[in-house]
């Protein structure tokens, strides 16, 4: 009955409604990695649907939804957003929870913003959904490198895309 929430381990399976799809053994997320943020993360799971809404956190092969890009990323001002978070989330120490989180309300309150204004776009760029965990441990979860990447991408499907690196 849980078998379609959790991710295919062999190499042609892929998600629900899809076919084909990369490998999605477990086995090939770093140990530590997964460990610690698996074991972060659980706490937050209450039902199986949840643990669907997480899939996506740990591998690259996610779509961006289409009303999520309609609506969200090409709101005015949301390129302009994401290429700030993407800077001040390359110099956010240490890269937490709670950093994240008052990280992305300080640029919503110094762009006399919304929260909203900040948030959803970062979480569209980060999953390519309008929905789904707590966007703070999301980030967390997927870690510096991967969100930055994963705003970079956003920022390259819009047309606007910045080097990230600090170089």
Same mark, same amino acid.
């Given at each position: #009955?849980?078998?379609?929430?959790?991710? !295919?381990?062999?190499?042609?399976? @892929?998600?629900? @409604?899809?076919?084909?799809? =990369?490998? *999605?053994?477990?086995?090939?997320?770093?140990? /530590?990695?997964?460990? *610690?943020?698996?074991?972060?993360?659980?706490?937050?799971? $209450?039902?199986?649907?949840?643990? *669907?809404?997480? *899939?996506?956190?740990?591998?690259?092969?996610? +779509?961006?939804? +289409?009303?999520? &890009?309609? =609506? &969200?990323?090409?709101?005015?001002?949301? &390129?302009?957003?994401?290429?700030?978070?993407?800077?001040?989330?390359? !110099?956010?120490?240490?890269?937490?929870?709670?950093?994240? +989180?008052?990280?992305? %309300?300080?640029? !919503? %309150?110094? /762009?006399?913003?919304?929260?909203?204004?900040?948030?959803?776009?970062?979480? &569209?760029?980060?999953? @390519?959904?309008? +929905?789904?965990?707590?966007?703070?441990? #999301?980030?967390?979860?997927?870690? $510096?490198?991967?969100?930055?990447?994963?705003? $970079?991408?956003?920022? %390259?499907?819009?047309? %606007? !895309?910045?080097?990230?690196?600090?170089?």
């Amino acid at each position: #009955m849980a078998k379609p929430f959790f991710p !295919a381990t062999e190499a042609s399976a @892929g998600p629900p @409604g899809r076919s084909g799809g =990369k490998d *999605r053994d477990i086995s090939k997320i770093p140990v /530590k990695t997964y460990d *610690r943020r698996w074991r972060s993360n659980t706490r937050r799971l $209450k039902l199986l649907t949840d643990v *669907r809404a997480r *899939r996506f956190s740990a591998w690259d092969d996610y +779509e961006y939804r +289409e009303e999520a &890009v309609t =609506k &969200v990323l090409r709101a005015e001002g949301a &390129v302009e957003i994401l290429e700030e978070l993407a800077k001040r989330i390359a !110099a956010l120490e240490p890269f937490d929870v709670t950093g994240i +989180e008052a990280l992305c %309300k300080m640029l !919503a %309150k110094e /762009k006399s913003i919304k929260n909203g204004a900040v948030f959803h776009p970062l979480r &569209v760029a980060v999953s @390519g959904r309008t +929905e789904g965990p707590s966007l703070w441990h #999301m980030v967390d979860f997927l870690g $510096k490198p991967k969100t930055l990447e994963r705003i $970079k991408r956003a920022q %390259k499907m819009l047309g %606007k !895309a910045t080097d990230l690196s600090g170089r």
